[in-house]
């Protein structure tokens, strides 16, 4: 029996994918500075507490929960069209893969290749990490807003071209956050030869801090925020849960925290980066954090982790209203979206619960707390608290402010004013 050429393309990506994600968890790390022993460990690299609250609009707090009022962001870039824009008869495709956190990256790097290039882009797949983990774009998210929303930008296609095969499609390997230039000197080539490339993005930095402004800003802003929604379905699962939550947290006037905290990502890597900063904590750790700063028994703690483990005990000792998604989810939902062999959507239900709660605090470093940040900071809600081993008997909860927020130097402040 022939081998299919296909079968071999799509080995060397799911090779190509794992690599390059196992080289990440390696490099990452939360954005921390190095403290004496005696002081507080951080992992965030925030201001004291006096430049905090300076920079915390509002100040206001009822105990641990701080007031939203910041002002409202507008986004500062306007929806570029094709206009006179070059166009070829080629096609750029691509796979979303590793997570929700990695999507986002993912289709504005794809469009910004696309429109540099003139070319059409196709309709990802989404594959999971396990082998044959497969599925349609429109599975998890909204394909007619997706290609509504990329009108004028770029063209877009849901229609695999049935021309295309190994012999003319180039695999090549794009930086997270891609710019025009690179594209001219080391795509664009392979593109004019091949006529088609497929694209593998790669993460230089696991952080999403801004880099100065390029051409290709208003497309990245586009394709980065304005682009992706859940489907239908899924869409409705996330809000049932996030009303739960909130039926659930009466005493705390329906605010509850969302802490993404997955307890077989800590046992796979270390918490202590290279450099010695802290780039993870676990359950005691994050209970003791919780309480220092003013939490209190009755909140109400939701944890990114799939399937309970004995070490959460601790916490929910603490924090009796601690809530996992089994815990939460509408019993007819379970089958199809948590007690399926794929991760996908149990990974994008965390996401979006994490984005739209009241207050985030991210156990672990890396590109979900990210890209949680930014599209956080698109819906105006900015208190994510990073944590830190406490050495004092409490603290103050402005203390904690992501430097996303404080400094605002996340990508999404050069998308939105």
């Not at 992992?43 to 430049?51: K, R, S, T, W």
């Not at 997706?146 to 012999?167: C, W």
Request: proline residues 5%.
């Amino acid at each position: 029996m022939g081998v299919d050429p296909r079968q071999i393309l799509a080995g060397f990506l799911t090779v190509t994918m794992f690599v390059m994600l196992a080289n990440m968890i390696k490099r990452d790390h939360f954005d921390s500075v190095k403290t004496p022993a005696a002081a507080n460990i951080r992992l965030d690299d925030n201001p004291g507490v006096e430049q905090s609250l300076a920079k915390f609009p509002g100040g206001v707090s009822t105990g641990p929960w701080l007031d939203d009022e910041w002002q409202e962001l507008k986004p500062c870039w306007k929806k570029p069209d094709l206009g006179n824009a070059e166009k070829s008869t080629g096609f750029v495709t691509f796979s979303l893969t590793n997570g929700p956190e990695y999507h986002v990256s993912q289709i504005a790097d794809a469009v910004v290749v696309a429109r540099y290039l003139g070319a059409t882009l196709v309709i990802p797949d989404i594959r999971g990490s396990k082998r044959g983990d497969k599925r349609d774009f429109e599975e998890i998210y909204n394909i007619e807003k997706f290609i509504k929303s990329l009108e004028g930008v770029v063209r877009v296609t849901k229609d695999h071209p049935s021309g295309l095969s190994p012999q003319n499609m180039a695999v090549v390997r794009v930086p997270n956050r891609v710019t025009e230039e690179h594209v001219e000197e080391y795509i664009a080539p392979i593109y004019r030869t091949k006529g088609n490339v497929r694209l593998a993005t790669y993460f230089p930095s696991m952080n999403m801090k801004e880099m100065g402004k390029s051409k290709a800003d208003s497309v990245a802003c586009t394709a980065m925020f304005g682009t992706l929604e859940l489907q239908p379905e899924v869409r409705e699962v996330v809000d049932s849960m996030v009303e739960r939550l909130r039926t659930l947290s009466r005493k705390s006037d329906g605010h509850f925290v969302a802490v993404d905290l997955r307890v077989d990502i800590l046992e796979k890597k270390g918490c202590l980066g290279g450099d010695g900063t802290k780039t993870c904590y676990g359950p005691d750790e994050i209970s003791s954090f919780l309480q220092k700063i003013g939490f209190d028994k009755d909140a109400t703690v939701y944890l990114t982790q799939t399937v309970w483990h004995g070490s959460l005990d601790s916490l929910k000792e603490s924090f009796p209203k601690t809530y996992i998604k089994e815990n939460i989810m509408p019993a007819d939902k379970k089958p199809k979206f948590l007690e399926s062999e794929s991760s996908e959507f149990a990974k994008v239900i965390d996401f979006y619960i994490c984005s739209e709660s009241d207050v985030f605090v991210p156990a672990i470093s890396g590109l979900f707390y990210a890209n949680v940040a930014g599209k956080r900071i698109a819906t105006g809600k900015n208190q994510i608290l990073v944590p830190a081993t406490i050495s004092d008997a409490s603290a103050s909860v402005t203390d904690f402010i992501s430097s996303y927020i404080t400094k605002k130097n996340h990508l999404a402040y050069s998308c939105f004013c």
